[in-house]
């Protein structure tokens, strides 16, 4: 006799244990337990065979008999429909490791090691707000350029610059599922013309008798004290903004007068040794009464755990009157305009801006030319004291005269 659905529910109350039969080989089987769990009994090569269907009330009854009625189609077939079902969920595990959004997170997961974190974190945040919730379900030979274009487009009308950064980002990620042979087309190429950005326009450097206001101006800034300490720091050091403002106080080495910029900070994945001059010595070590106590020189003002914001130097020469004039970039700018036209020697001041020549290769020249670099260093926070105390600075280096 088929099973109906109040039979089923008075064996579920009574719970009656055995095996009860609904027709073409699907039973009902009572355990012990009280779970009751549906079976497809079948016969390939003379041999009976149990298939799991599922249990009740998870599975009904006419849930369970069309999944018995595939199963049978199977079985003529001389299919194990245990077989089948692994078969087809390995399957589906490999269409979700080849959608867009797990071949992108692969991606991301290799370049980890190259990219800053800052970097890293853009590009995922770029893909988690921005891709995947348009194509990152799709199998990635299943994306277009048409998708990608959807997509660059849309963050076009909103930050142009993002949107090349994406164009990259497909870039990457097509590669990777071509080498890997899950896609045939790298979608940058297609897109190379979807997104027109006006070339970045870099601001000129300060010259020297521009710079002694830049430093009145700070004086008289009523901002945050760290903020202008920062200031000077980057002065004092031509380091980037970005490694100032997550500089911490373990980097920093006061007694030997030396900031260490660990690798994972840095552009080029190598720790950077940078020599601190007297003048920054001294300013940290006020600065360190100040934030000492906290794991960043810098800490942002509504949550100390962390660093300030990227943008407060931004801000900071905005409120000097520096907008669309100078920017913090260009202190980095300046610097080696200026140490440049004294004569200093090119791989001093490349080194001490940690740029890397890809035409020398690193392993023939290892040397960092800390102590030469000091000197400079030192002459350069000596040369901007004495423009800024209205001095004439008739040579820069450790021998710095300054004549009033």
Known sequence: MALTDTRI???????EVGRYTDGSGLVLDVRPSGALLWRYRYRIGGKENLFAIGAYPEVSLREARDERDEARKLVRKGIHPAHQRKAEKLRQQYANANTFKAVAEEW???????????????RKNLLEKNVYPHIGSLPIDQVTPAHGHSVV????QRAPHMA???RQCFGGISRLAIVTQRASTDLS???????????????NPLRPHEIPRFFKRLDEFPGYFPTKVGIHLMWWTLARPTEVIAA????FDLENRIWTIPAERMKTRQPHALPLPDQAVDMLESLHKITGHFEYILPNRSSPKKHAAHSIFVKAFYALGYQGKFTPHGVRVTGRTIL???GHPKDVLERQLAHIDVKHVRAYDQGDRLETRRDVMQGWADYLDGLCSDAKVTNIGKQARKTK
């Open 9 to 15: 529910k008075a064996l579920r109350r009574s719970q």
């Open 108 to 122: 991301l997961e290799e370049k980890k090691s190259d990219w800053s974190l800052r970097t890293y974190r853009q």
């Open 153 to 156: 487009k849309r963050i076009t």
């Open 164 to 166: 090349v950064i994406a």
């Open 189 to 203: 190429y297609a897109l190379r013309d979807t997104v027109k950005v006006k070339a970045t326009k870099h601001k």
């Open 248 to 251: 911490r106080w373990d980097e």
């Open 340 to 342: 440049g036209e004294q």
